[in-house]
C-alpha cells in the first residue's frame, strides 16, 4: 500500500489569514487564502486541487481500463468543481469532467462503457462518494 502525504499551514482568522499547501514529493508548496479560495483573488485553492487530482486519476484509469484492448493515444481531461453552500456550510456541489480522448479503434459505445467505468472506479472518483453529482462529457477525437 502506497501513502502519500500534503501539509497545510494556516496562520490567523479564516478572511485575514493566509495558509500554505505542499505535497511529500516536494512537487510544489504554495501559498492560499480566504481570497484564493472564496474570492478572485489569483492563486489556487483546495477545490482545484481536489479537480486537478479528480482528472488527473480519471484520466489514468481511463487509460487503464482502454489499455486492455486498445491503445490511447492522448486523453485530457478538465474538471469543473462547483463549489456553493448548503445548511451545512460550504460544499462541494458538483464536479464535471470533461475528456477527450485519441483512440485508435475503439467504437464511440465501447469509449461510453470504459468511460463510465473508470467514473465509478477511479480512486478519487470513489473518494468523493459523498459529492452529490459528478458528471462527465466524454468525447473521442
Not at 38 to 45: A, H, I, L, M
Not at 46 to 57: F, Q, R, T
Request: contains cysteine; aromatic residues 8%.
Amino acid at each position: 500500500m502506497s501513502i502519500r502525504t500534503a501539509e497545510t499551514t494556516w496562520e490567523g482568522t479564516l478572511k485575514e489569514g493566509k495558509g500554505n499547501m505542499k505535497v511529500g514529493s516536494g512537487a510544489f508548496d504554495i501559498p492560499f487564502s480566504f481570497g484564493t479560495r472564496f474570492g478572485d483573488v489569483q492563486g489556487t485553492n483546495p477545490e482545484e486541487l481536489i479537480g486537478a487530482a479528480h482528472a488527473g486519476c480519471f484520466s489514468m484509469f481511463l487509460s487503464a481500463v482502454l489499455s486492455a484492448d486498445y491503445t490511447p493515444e492522448s486523453i485530457n481531461t478538465v474538471a469543473k468543481v462547483h463549489f456553493g453552500s448548503d445548511d451545512t456550510g460550504p460544499v462541494i456541489e458538483k464536479i464535471v469532467l470533461t475528456t477527450k480522448a485519441k483512440v485508435p479503434g475503439v467504437s464511440a459505445e465501447e469509449f461510453a462503457e470504459k468511460v463510465a467505468i473508470s467514473k465509478a472506479n477511479c480512486p478519487i472518483s470513489r473518494a468523493l462518494a459523498a459529492v452529490a453529482v459528478i458528471e462527465v462529457d466524454a468525447q473521442l477525437v
